[in-house]
């Protein structure tokens, strides 16, 4: 799917992955949902999360707390008039080269989550961020610097990583395991 570069494609495709996400997911057998994820045998799947995400729960508390974290975001920006008073995306004491780390207290902090209170909590966050990027103009969304507190970015960038790519992301990890279950 191309990335988002209008505000009429970012809530489309927003629309659509997540969308598809939850199909993706109603549509699995039993099986495929109670079988640990394990991709330890493929060795293209070296990064982080590969081995961190053990079920479809972890991959939906992972999109909801990064959601959460857009929200703070633009909570703790949207009346940021200058870069010098903009509050980072992450939280302070991780960069993105720790971020990792950060993914992994997500992760512990949800092992008692139910699959059905993660679907619960991601839609109603994917709710906010849509409801969040309605407010804001094709111009706020998509000019770089538009805003000084995205850096030489813009802030549709953001929300399409909150939202259809981190989708995106989540669908091609179910994907692949539903693929190795069969």
Request: with cysteine; aromatic share 14%.
């Amino acid at each position: 799917m191309p990335r988002a570069r209008c505000k009429d494609d970012l809530m489309k495709f927003s629309e659509e992955n997540y969308s598809k996400l939850m199909e993706m997911i109603s549509a699995m057998t039993e099986k495929q949902l109670s079988t640990p994820f394990d991709f330890s045998d493929d060795t293209s799947k070296k990064e982080a999360h590969w081995s961190r995400d053990k079920n479809v729960r972890d991959v939906l508390v992972h999109l909801y707390e990064w959601h959460l974290l857009f929200l703070k975001f633009i909570e703790n920006n949207s009346k940021v008039t200058d870069s010098k008073s903009a509050v980072a995306f992450l939280p302070s004491e991780y960069s993105w080269k720790t971020y990792g780390a950060m993914n992994m207290v997500f992760w512990k902090k949800h092992q008692n989550t139910s699959l059905e209170t993660a679907k619960d909590q991601l839609a109603e966050t994917h709710k906010k961020v849509l409801a969040l990027a309605e407010k804001y103009t094709n111009e706020e969304l998509f000019t770089k610097k538009y805003f000084p507190w995205t850096g030489t970015t813009d802030l549709g960038a953001y929300f399409v990583s909150a939202t259809s790519s981190h989708y995106d992301w989540a669908i091609k990890k179910i994907k692949a395991h539903c693929k190795k279950i069969g």
